[in-house]
């Protein structure tokens, strides 16, 4: 199928747009189509969604109430936005799409996925695009993605298998089935697992555990994670009476140790296996990265703890492509970008001072090396996760 073809495989509808008076009351972070996150800069010019995950990070925007989704501007003017925008760099930034406000694969926002998607691809662009979704995906949606030609597409599937109708009303079942839909239909795009919020108490039986593993077959790589469990997320717990997993709330995602370490006693392969725990991983853009044959770009192999379970293929790939910056080029670019004080480079990463995370993953994804905040130390073995859970963590340990 071509690209021509493709676009008449689904009904486009544009979604109304907000009109100026919606748009004012907005928090700013919402309002502002383009935000760089850690896996990649995101576009999110669709906001409003149906599912209400208690855990939904659109709690941090005021936005949770908004139900329907609605467009900020044009799939034209979004993808032109993008591609203009001062922190993006054609064939190495790597794209999210649609993943802060609303779900790319809702039947009213998935025509803009898919011509969000095929304006980039237009453009002779090679760049990472990451698609999160936890809704249905069909043999159709996926002969359009295998249409795409240029942009490496991957599309991460939510997954938890928590079936506490407050926290998560979404069956499970339905990005179980999607996942396997994605997986047997991928040609040219690849499609992760995303084992995720995993929480003690609520999806983490070892038949939980069991059910993911299965599942983690029908997919190209699979990442685990925890929960953000932010001040306005155990607010709408408290308020709707919903039981709090932990005793406090984390700047960081809470991922406890003891869990950890079952997950992978689980996913545990004979020793001298190439790949000891299978395509697992503990990053996003760890997995992204091994889907396509590529070495992670966001230079976790610094992290070098992060890498223990890592294919040993990917590990190689890696280790050729980490390289730290030349002292003054990564110091002209932090000045440029607004860093006060000295750059310290480690062998683990590049240190700055008074860099907001923005232009940190600008650095980060540019130099394929980490990036971080003197203020926000990275503590070793926590993979850049939260305290709580770990044994010298002093903050609320749950027994998982
Ligand atoms: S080798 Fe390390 S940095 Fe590379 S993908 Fe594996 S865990 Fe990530």
């Known amino acids: 199928m071509s690209l021509q073809t493709a ?7 544009p979604l109304p747009l907000l009109t100026a008076q919606q748009v004012a009351v907005l928090k700013p972070k ?3 189509v383009i935000e760089y996150r850690k896996s990649g800069l995101s576009l999110n010019h669709v906001i409003g969604c149906p599912l209400e995950c208690g855990y939904c990070i659109r709690h941090l925007y005021d936005n949770f109430d908004m139900k329907v989704p609605r467009a900020l501007m044009t799939d034209e003017d979004a993808v032109a936005a993008l591609v203009g ?3 993006f760099r054609p064939h190495i930034t790597p794209i999210q799409l649609f993943n802060k406000a609303t779900d790319p694969m809702l039947p009213v926002v998935k025509p ?3 011509n969000t998607l095929r304006l980039l691809d237009e453009r002779g662009l090679t760049n ?9 995906v069909d043999p159709e949606d996926c002969q359009i993605l295998n249409s795409l030609r240029n942009i490496k597409v991957t599309v991460l599937v939510t997954y938890s298998g928590i079936t506490h109708p407050g926290i998560e009303p979404v069956d499970s079942n339905i990005a179980a089935i999607s996942l396997k839909t994605l997986h047997a239909n991928a040609e040219s795009y690849r499609t ?5 919020p995993i929480v003690p108490g609520l999806n983490d039986s070892d038949e939980h555990l069991a059910t993911a593993k299965r599942l983690s077959e029908h997919a190209h790589a699979t990442v685990f994670t925890g929960l953000f469990f932010r001040d306005e997320i155990a607010a709408y717990y ?3 009476g919903l039981p709090e997993p932990y005793s406090d709330t984390a700047r960081r995602k809470i991922m406890p140790e003891r869990l950890e370490q079952r997950i992978l006693d689980l996913f545990r ?3 001298d296996s190439e790949e000891p725990w299978g395509p697992l991983f503990r990053k996003t853009s760890c997995a992204v990265a091994y889907a396509h044959g590529l070495a992670d770009y966001n230079g976790h192999y610094g992290i070098r703890e992060l890498c223990d379970i890592c294919p040993k293929r990917q590990l190689g790939l890696c280790k050729t492509a980490w390289n730290a910056p030349a002292q003054p080029d990564a110091n002209q670019l932090a000045r440029e970008l607004g860093a006060i004080g000295p750059v310290t480079i480690t062998d683990r990463a590049i240190i700055t001072d008074g860099l907001d995370e923005q232009p940190r993953y600008f650095m980060q994804h540019g130099y394929g090396f980490q990036v971080h905040d003197r203020a926000h130390p990275h503590r070793q073995r926590r993979h850049g996760r939260a305290e709580i859970g770990w044994r010298e963590g002093k903050e609320g340990v749950p027994s998982p």
């Open 112 to 114: 803009h996925t898919f």
């Open 269 to 271: 392969r004979p020793v």
């Open 85 to 87: 925008h001062r922190y």
């Open 128 to 136: 990472h695009v990451l698609v999160i979704t936890r809704w249905r």
């Open 7 to 13: 676009p008449m495989l689904f009904e486009r509808r």
């Open 30 to 32: 919402l309002a502002d």
């Open 238 to 240: 408290q308020e709707n």
């Open 192 to 196: 992760i697992l995303y084992w995720r």
